[in-house]
Each structure stands twice: as structure tokens, then as C-alpha cells.
């Protein structure tokens, strides 16, 4: 239906991958810590570590030729990864095929963000839940290697957000985002219902705007997964993501653990009766 093994040539083409994304990560952070003055050159980078669980479901229905809805709806939360209520997050667009191996999309994107009062002095006026608005358009480019598929994300977003402090203007800020990705199969030569598979990807962040004085690179994000192909709608992932950002001094870096579970459904409402086998009904999950 998908996707299959990826052989050792092109594991060699992900490490070399994941070393440029990862240099340009460093370059970023680098030239952020140069703009910091001479006093605060002096100090140690501090992390703050953190444990996350995100709950995703992601939605993609055929509603033309060529035209598909997608859905992201997520519950994050915090603290030990499920203390404390961190995002409400939610997704639309709408994509377009314009190849079978390169799609575009676009759409807004309206999640609700949690205050973590330890990030602010006592006392300090705070709004306990913050909404923010977002326009997103993506480029998902399908590599075929062999049996296997490559994907390739590039997404950009226009964001309004704001501080949690009482009465904080909201300010337009951009956000680019690459992301590489790769799905193995286990237990079978290619993936189809009924198979197990491992699930790869890295991610890098950069934002610009304004209010971005020193922290250009936003987060990097590597994942690790195993997923289970249930039918040709449903898919099953669950997994471990390390993300790491800079923070707005420049200097100091959230460091997050985060355990992913998601459920991928895709649906076609435009052909009435199904294609022959073997084939899928929709380009691919992502």
C-alpha cells in the first residue's frame, strides 16, 4: 500500500541528511550567541528539561480528483508528561495532487496554549490559556527508492501569537520547517495491512519576525516510532521524540521528551467503489 525497506545506500543518504540539517542547526545557534552581549557571554547555557505526551489523531479524506481534506487534532500535555494541560491543537487545509509524488497544501491552524506559571516571577498578571492564529502552506515531495519512499516536507506558517502576561499584543511572526522521513517494514517486504514498521524523521525550525532578536533556531525534533498498519484507513504510531530549542536569550535551550501516540484514518468520498488491489486509495500516509 506504502512504502519498503530501506536499503543500506540510502541509509547512508539520511545520515548524511540528518549531519546538514544538523550543522545548519548548530550555524543558527551559533550566530545567535554572537549577538549576546559581553556580560551575558559569561554566563552557562542552561537547560530546561521537561516531559511531554502528545495524542494526535490525523485525518485525510478525498473529496475530489484530486483535492483531499487534512485534519491534525492534538492533546499535549506536561509535567512528568501528563500533569498538566500544555496545547489543544488543531489543523485544517486542504491539498492538492498535483503529481503522485508531489503535493500542495495550505490551510490555518488555531491552537491553544497552556501557561507554565514556573517560566514568570511570582505574582507576575497571566492569562491561563492563550490562543494563537496561523496560516500554513506545505510541499510534500514522495521519493521513490527502490521499494521504499522518502518523503519530504517543507512547511511555512504566518503566526499571530502573544505573551501569557495580561493584556500582551499579538505580533506576526514566520516559521519554516524541513522535514525528512522514512517508514521500514518489519515483518513484511513492503508495507500493506497487517504490517509493523519502524518510523524515522528529523525536523528543523527557523523563525523570523520582529520579536525574534536571538533565537532563530526554534526547535529540532528527531523521532523514533514503531507503527502497525491496521487496514488501508487506519494506522497506528507510537514512539519517542527528542526536541530542542532555543530559547529567546539566545543562550538557554528547552530540552523535551516527548512520547507520541497517533492514529492516521484516510478516507475516500470521492470514488464510490474501490480500485483494483494492490493499489491505495489515497497517495500515502504522512
Known amino acids: 500500500m506504502m512504502l519498503g525497506f530501506v536499503r543500506v545506500k540510502v541509509s547512508k543518504q539520511y545520515f548524511f541528511s540528518f549531519l546538514l540539517v544538523n550543522l545548519f542547526c548548530l550555524m543558527m545557534a551559533q ?142 511572526t514566520h516559521r519554516f520547517r524541513y522535514k525528512i522521513m522514512a517508514y521500514i517494514p518489519i515483518n513484511k517486504p513492503e508495507l500493506q495491512t497487517k504490517t509493523w514498521f519502524v518510523s524515522l524523521y528529523n525536523e528543523v525550525f527557523i523563525q523570523a519576525g520582529k520579536s525574534i532578536q536571538l533565537n532563530y533556531l526554534e526547535d529540532n525534533r528527531t523521532f523514533v516510532g514503531i507503527g502497525y498498519i491496521l487496514n488501508e484507513n487506519i494506522q497506528l504510531q507510537t514512539g519517542y521524540m527528542k526536541s530542542f530549542q532555543q530559547r529567546a536569550n539566545g543562550f538557554d535551550f528547552n530540552n523535551r521528551d516527548i512520547l507520541r501516540i497517533s492514529v492516521y484514518h484516510n478516507f475516500d468520498f470521492y470514488y464510490k467503489k474501490k480500485i483494483s488491489q494492490g493499489e491505495s486509495l489515497l497517495p500515502n500516509f504522512y
Open 31 to 172: 550566530n545567535s550567541n554572537g549577538q549576546q552581549s559581553e556580560t551575558d557571554s559569561f554566563r552557562n547555557t542552561e537547560f530546561y528539561n521537561s516531559q511531554l505526551l502528545w495524542n494526535g489523531i490525523y485525518t485525510k479524506y478525498r473529496i475530489g480528483e484530486k483535492l483531499w481534506y487534512n485534519g491534525e487534532y492534538h492533546v499535549r500535555t506536561r509535567n512528568n508528561f501528563v500533569n498538566e494541560m500544555a496545547q489543544l491543537y488543531i489543523r485544517i487545509g486542504l491539498s492538492y495532487l498535483v503529481t503522485k509524488n508531489f503535493e500542495i497544501t495550505g490551510g490555518i491552524v488555531t491552537p491553544f496554549y497552556w501557561v507554565n506559571e514556573k517560566d514568570y516571577p511570582e505574582n507576575t498578571p497571566l492569562d491561563k490559556v492563550v490562543p494563537q492564529f496561523r496560516f500554513w502552506q506545505q510541499y510534500l515531495f514522495i521519493q521513490s527508492v527502490g521499494r521504499s519512499k522518502v518523503y519530504h516536507q517543507i512547511r511555512t506558517e504566518q503566526r499571530w501569537r502573544r505573551d501569557f502576561i495580561v493584556d500582551s499584543p499579538f505580533e506576526l
